[in-house]
């Protein structure tokens, strides 16, 4: 089983810059893929970055693309997304999924991955 946890939610203002971690207890996470998605209430989950372990690289998502920063640290067992410019239409619940898998092209559906986190909360106010 796969642990999860998230953390480095917040209120910021527009403009300001987050950073969430997400820690697993599992040892072998290097073997995972992982992606962040977020839900804004009344909103379907949607991704905001994906990886990929059979060479589709990492993937964002248009929203993301330019201002996201995704990395992760095998061997603390972690994962980062760095947000900056942050902007109201991004305040969401933000989650870390991952999936025991190596696929060839990232994969960005919700459904795809088995594993989450409990979320983090990220207020923009403007």
């Known amino acids: 089983q796969v642990l999860l946890e998230e953390s480095g939610g917040g209120l910021v203002q527009a403009g300001d810059s987050l950073r969430l971690s997400c820690t697993t207890s599992?040892?072998?996470?290097?073997?995972?893929?992982v992606a962040w998605f977020r839900q804004s209430p009344g909103k379907e989950r949607e991704f905001v970055v994906t990886?990929?372990?059979?060479?589709?690289?990492?993937c964002y998502s248009d929203s993301a693309k330019g201002r996201f920063i995704f990395s992760r640290d095998n061997a603390k067992n972690a994962m980062y997304l760095q947000m900056n410019s942050l902007q109201p239409e991004d305040t969401a619940v933000y989650y870390c999924?991952?999936?025991?898998?190596?696929?060839?092209?990232?994969?960005?559906?919700?459904?795809?991955?088995?594993?989450w986190g409990q979320g983090t909360q990220v207020t923009v106010s403007s």
């Open positions: 599992r040892r072998t996470f290097g073997q995972t893929e």
């Open positions: 999924a991952a999936r025991v898998s190596r696929s060839v092209v990232c994969m960005s559906k919700a459904d795809e991955y088995t594993y």
């Open positions: 990886t990929s372990r059979g060479g589709g690289g990492i």
